[in-house]
């Protein structure tokens, strides 16, 4: 299949963040350029995110800072994706959530009632990327699941790591790992590499997944979303995975490059 080609087809690209676009407040080279190409060749682009720690306002701010125009409308997180899921599944239950404030204000302005600590009538625990984690937290997760064999659990994205500049800090997977090392509960996870979030972000579009590319640094989030939706998808080796990772991989890339350079190249 020609990259090129392929590429210059594609109508959305559903954008990973963190190790694809930016580390930490690093923007990675052409980052700019290759943004401007899409919009160019008459495309249009979401920044899909399994980061939960900020809202897309945060997001923006984030992205302004770092040089990059970006609008709230732009942003599709797995916070928005676990707000749909619970608007459809678990309307009006009380959630304790285990995360950053942007997060727990998130989910108040979706019209859930929040709470962030113990207290009577919890349907729920919902967990994020948490950089603002606490011990009581996880506490207070202990008990919730503990005393409560049949509570609802849910987490936002099973990243096991967080990229920065200096290596990596547990993500949110990391935290459900250690809360199931105590209770034996396991979370069901909303964000990549479950397809939901990335069929939401098309439809938000109106863009079929033959017009759709999702591209990413991570094997088994980021690409394993996109080909559970069945879109074509890039992997670049700028973050997370390396190529050792990807050739002992069964999932697979529909392309591979070293990063957005050379999709910039491809497309412009």
């Not at 033959?210 to 080909?227: N, P, S």
Request: hydrophobic fraction near 35%; charge should be negative.
């Amino acid at each position: 299949m020609d990259f090129q080609k392929k590429l210059r087809e594609q109508k959305l690209f559903l954008l990973d963040m963190d190790g694809t676009l930016y580390l930490d407040d690093d923007l990675y080279p052409h980052c700019l350029d290759f943004l401007k190409a899409i919009r160019d060749q008459g495309g249009d682009y979401l920044y899909l995110t399994n980061n939960s720690s900020k809202s897309a306002d945060k997001y923006v701010e984030k992205m302004e800072r770092i040089g990059i125009h970006a609008r709230p409308e732009e942003f599709f997180t797995s916070t928005d994706a676990s707000c749909v899921y619970l608007k459809e599944h678990y309307h009006g239950k009380k959630l304790y959530a285990l995360g950053t404030a942007s997060f727990k204000d998130q989910l108040r302005k979706a019209g859930f009632p929040v709470t962030d600590h113990l207290e009577d009538g919890i349907d729920g625990l919902i967990m994020g990327y948490d950089t603002e984690l606490t011990y009581q937290k996880l506490d207070d997760a202990c008990r919730l699941l503990t005393l409560q064999p049949d509570l609802m659990y849910l987490a936002t994205n099973p990243d096991w790591v967080c990229p920065t500049a200096y290596g990596y800090v547990p993500d949110c997977g990391s935290v459900s790992q250690m809360i199931f090392n105590a209770t034996r509960r396991k979370p069901y996870f909303i964000g990549k590499p479950e397809p939901a979030i990335a069929q939401l972000a098309m439809a938000k579009k109106g863009v079929g997944p033959e017009a759709t590319v999702l591209v990413g640094d991570r094997i088994y989030t980021d690409i394993a979303c996109g080909v559970n939706a069945g879109i074509t998808t890039v992997l670049v080796f700028s973050g997370e995975t390396t190529r050792e990772d990807w050739e002992k991989s069964e999932i697979k890339p529909t392309f591979t490059c070293q990063s957005i350079a050379d999709i910039w190249e491809a497309i412009r």
